[in-house]
């Protein structure tokens, strides 16, 4: 059985800093890239990160680039995404997916997603 566990949300001030995390199990981590998606109230879920298990590459929407880091440890079979200098733009909730046999940057796409895990909520204050 796939599941994913996203974990790591919480209330931080404009400026600091939240990791979150994804276990992921039941698949082979190798064949799979794994992204985290947001979703703010009344409005669309959206790409944030992803990394491609097999070559490490990652991606980035543009909002988030130099502030979030993607970064994964195979070995824990565990997805991490370092979120500095937040802003309440980023306040969502969070979620994981996993794609498998991902191509370039379709991580980035939900609709490429084969497996979710549930949200973990990001607020951060003004």
């Known amino acids: 059985e796939v599941q994913l566990q996203a974990s790591g949300g919480g209330l931080v001030q404009a400026g600091g800093s939240l990791r979150l995390s994804c276990a992921a199990s039941g698949f082979t981590f190798d064949d799979y890239a794994i992204g985290w998606f947001r979703q703010a109230p009344e409005q669309a879920r959206e790409g944030v990160s992803c990394i491609s298990l097999s070559d490490g590459h990652t991606y980035y929407t543009d909002s988030v680039k130099g502030r979030f880091t993607i970064s994964s440890d195979n070995a824990k079979n565990t997805v991490y995404l370092q979120m500095n200098s937040l802003k309440p733009e980023d306040t969502a909730v969070y979620y994981c997916?996993?794609?498998?046999?991902?191509?370039?940057?379709?991580?980035?796409?939900?609709?490429?997603?084969?497996?979710w895990g549930q949200g973990t909520q990001v607020t951060v204050s003004s």
């Open positions: 997916a996993a794609e498998r046999h991902p191509t370039s940057s379709s991580c980035l796409n939900l609709y490429r997603m084969h497996f």
